[in-house]
């Protein structure tokens, strides 16, 4: 059994629909805010540490509060999710002043809050995998229960029934988990994923037994080399340019409010679209390169990290790059993801010094890089991405397996 997520929008039937759905989302995201602000006040207290007081929150009476409009289950789900985050949180707090781990390196913050009906609240909700029905088919159709207070405010059946767009990615599943549901800004759209549990047989089987070394860097996106001789080149300038252009229009914004405000609604929709556009680049980036791959045979990927780059290489611009821009651990979590559907495995793999080494000489110490090029004295001049992902492959492989050279190249522009 593996995990698959089916991502997809939702329409509500009519008017009275949608003003019910708002309803529903904008009190879950309320009693999201209530149980984390409970949490929080007790997390400043005990002076940023975990203890007891973190969890001593009175969820019960805020349950009890909510129920009527979000229903018993799904109000406790919302608590749920909460305990889900603050877990993660002091996890990544852990990792972060854990010296021998290095996936950490800023400091995580608390779990945030979801606005306020001044600025906006952000619409988003949470049901639980026992509290929504889905059919597929020419009209699908998913069914969400609502609680006896919307139930009669709306004088509605009590489940409110949605109207699926397009079709979903794992429609065969074993089982599904709980549905998240969100309004999004940018396109005013209604969005819900479901988590669902698919058999073993929904995966490809790879057609060969080749392998395939992907350099990730901080000007190109991704590097790669196969043993079959082939090398991709992904590249996002203009797609990197835009998220500076709106990083910037963010900073303007942010320096013009009020003292008291942090943020307002051009700004969460500008972050939400930097976002999306991003995911959506990454999303297309491993769907385009995994097909290729899979294709050529390839079973295996290996994949470094961006220690060396960031030692290297740091600068600011570099910084944004690797973790703002292509948010770096989330792109391999999508890799590897996306991977396993062609039932190809990633492995991470030491890259130190591919990158500066001279695939012609072996030196790492006398060669020059420019931008995307790679020299050395001994006359060697190349691409220097595609060159690390060469080398990194050649590192890794069995000396018997080998005697491939690269023949072809394919450039490829990142799309939004």
């Not at 997809?8 to 904008?26: C, H, I, M, T």
């Not at 919307?150 to 397009?166: F, M, S």
């Not at 991704?222 to 709106?246: H, I, K, P």
Request: aromatic share 8%; proline share 2%.
């Amino acid at each position: 059994m593996v995990k698959r997520t089916n991502t997809f929008a939702v329409r509500p039937l009519s008017n009275k629909g949608e003003q019910l759905l708002r309803d529903l989302l904008d009190a879950s995201a309320a009693l999201w805010n209530e149980v984390n602000y409970e949490r929080l006040m007790r997390y400043n207290d005990e002076g940023g540490f975990e203890g007891e007081g973190v969890w001593d929150a009175d969820t019960g009476q805020l349950e009890g509060r909510y129920k009527g409009v979000l229903g018993a289950s799904t109000a406790q789900q919302v608590i749920r999710k909460n305990a889900e985050a603050w877990r993660a949180f002091f996890r990544l707090k852990d990792q972060y002043h854990d010296e021998s781990n290095t996936s950490v390196t800023e400091h995580p913050e608390p779990p945030g809050f979801r606005g306020n009906e001044d600025d906006g609240r952000v619409l988003k909700g949470v049901v639980r995998k026992d509290a929504y029905t889905v059919e597929w088919g020419d009209r699908s159709r998913i069914e969400i229960l609502v609680g006896s207070e919307l139930k009669g405010r709306y004088d509605h059946t009590g489940r409110l029934r949605l109207e699926i767009a397009g079709d979903p990615n794992w429609p065969d599943y074993e089982k599904q988990g709980r549905l998240d549901l969100w309004y999004d800004e940018t396109d005013s759209t209604f969005r819900a994923s479901q988590p669902v549990t698919v058999s073993d047989d929904a995966r490809a089987t790879p057609l060969a037994g080749e392998t395939a070394a992907l350099d990730i860097g901080a000007n190109n996106l991704v590097a790669c080399t196969t043993t079959t001789g082939q090398q991709y080149l992904y590249e996002a300038r203009s797609l990197f340019d835009r998220f500076r252009e709106t990083t910037r229009e963010i900073a303007r914004l942010q320096s013009k409010l009020r003292e008291e405000r942090h943020s307002s609604k051009r700004i969460r929709r500008l972050y939400r679209t930097r976002t999306r556009r991003r995911n959506h680049a990454q999303e297309s980036l491993c769907r385009d390169l995994l097909e290729r791959l899979y294709a050529e045979g390839v079973d295996t990927v290996y994949i470094g990290g961006l220690t060396g780059v960031l030692d290297t290489h740091w600068s600011v611009e570099t910084n944004a790059k690797t973790h703002n821009f292509w948010a770096f651990k989330k792109f391999t979590e999508r890799l590897a993801c996306t991977a396993e559907e062609y039932g190809i495995s990633v492995e991470a793999r030491s890259e130190a010094w591919t990158s500066q080494e001279c695939p012609q000489c072996g030196s790492t110490d006398r060669t020059t890089r420019h931008q995307d090029t790679l020299t050395c004295p001994c006359g060697f001049e190349g691409h220097a991405d595609l060159r690390a992902s060469e080398t990194f492959l050649r590192r890794h492989q069995n000396s018997e397996s080998s005697d491939w050279r690269t023949r072809r190249v394919v450039t490829n522009a990142t799309s939004e």
